[in-house]
């Protein structure tokens, strides 16, 4: 059985829960499409569930476990223990109003992660935006937006940032394109106050921020922002975020991850060291 850390998301259960499943159904030799025969439901159902893309009845889970063979008590116990804890709602489920269901997913995978590694492009990453900054962003990217909308969202972002002050905060490692300081999102005074926030933010042990610059010129991650994100968990695999304009897309197969891992590595090498990186904060701050 692996050990989950205190505080890891529903979503990871999930993962892990189907991730467990999966393997005692293929130590047993039994296809998938028998074992939603067992559960009265589908091939397809099963794949999902150990893909942790569904909610897991615990029913379903007792006769599975039957199915394959799982008679110790402890071991029953321990794993219907998760399929209730991954049923539990994340604290995000009250945004649920305001929130894609497509960021549900990843909101409840940065809550579990151990390590943060993420390019942005065109805005400061969310877990470091102000107040101010990330009410300007939202304005611009749904404009038609009610004001309480807007304010939903903000609130939903500021809950985010909590993440890093918690007893087992991860470690963020930031490399914020030049171009998103310069871009004067809500206006002078707005920037400043969030360059001072990546400024404070650097006195966080737990983050690591660097900045490629303007004079680089073309770099490792051209094609665009992304996060990469590590688990504590051994049996949960890295996970690869990729927001677009109405979705997001989720990779974890090694060679996708693989890539995307080598090209943050050279990200980091060629950017800004942190503490030049400051320093080019402090500039940029000293020029608004």
């Not at 259960?13 to 939603?36: F, N, T, Y």
């Not at 080598?262 to 800004?272: F, Q, Y």
């Amino acid at each position: 059985m692996t050990t989950i850390q205190q505080g890891s998301g529903s979503v990871v259960r999930r993962i892990l829960l189907g991730s467990q499943l999966r393997k005692l159904r293929e130590s047993r030799g039994i296809s998938r499409e028998d074992a939603g025969y067992s559960i009265r439901a589908s091939e397809s159902k099963i794949s999902r569930m150990e893909l942790g893309r569904v909610s897991f009845k615990e029913r379903d889970v007792a006769d599975l476990l039957t199915l394959y063979g799982i008679d110790d008590e402890g071991e029953r116990k321990a794993l219907l223990r998760l399929a209730r804890d991954a049923n539990a709602a994340g604290w995000w489920h009250d945004y649920g109003d305001v929130l894609f269901n497509w960021f549900q997913t990843y909101v409840g995978l940065e809550e579990a992660a151990s390590l943060i590694r993420t390019y942005e492009m065109q805005f400061v990453p969310g877990l470091l935006q102000t107040e101010e900054y990330a009410h300007a962003v939202n304005i611009q990217y749904r404009p038609n937006a009610s004001k309480e909308e807007v304010e939903r969202r903000v609130g939903m972002r500021m809950r985010r940032q909590k993440l890093l002050v918690d007893e087992n905060a991860p470690r963020l490692w930031a490399v914020l394109d030049e171009a998103a300081l310069r871009r004067p999102i809500g206006g002078r005074d707005v920037m400043r106050g969030q360059v001072e926030k990546l400024i404070e933010a650097t006195e966080n042990p737990n983050v690591v921020l660097q900045i490629m610059p303007f004079r680089f010129g073309g770099h490792a991650a051209q094609g665009g922002a992304f996060t990469l994100l590590r688990f504590p968990e051994a049996d949960l695999p890295d996970v690869v975020y990729l927001e677009q304009l109405t979705g997001a897309l989720y990779l974890d197969k090694r060679d996708d991850v693989d890539e995307y891992a080598n090209a943050m590595e050279r990200l980091c090498v060629d950017s800004m060291s942190p503490e030049r990186s400051l320093k080019l904060l402090r500039s940029i701050r000293d020029e608004l």
